[in-house]
């Protein structure tokens, strides 16, 4: 069953943080409920990207991308034009 919260913040601070959900694509009242399963499970590190999508990591999970983000930029090749780059790709 569904209930209502309220809580009372001035107009300039309202509109701020709607603007900073909108970002990521989500509405005021989906932002708050973000926040608050975050706090409620600190262990599941949950992340909402540019465009609205909601990943949850375990901290095993961040371990793993942390660790492969790390050797991929290490091991990333550079290239000289785009040309070369889709050459590399069709290899």
Known sequence: MN???QIRINQAEKSEYQKM???KGLDLSSGIKFLLAREK???NITY???YGYLHKYTPEM???F???EELALKRKPRFASVKE???HLEK
């Open 3 to 5: 209930t209502t919260m």
């Open 21 to 23: 959900f909108k970002k």
């Open 41 to 43: 499970n600190p262990e």
């Open 48 to 50: 909402v990207c540019d």
């Open 62 to 64: 961040l371990k793993i």
């Open 66 to 68: 942390k660790k492969e």
């Open 85 to 87: 780059m889709f050459d």
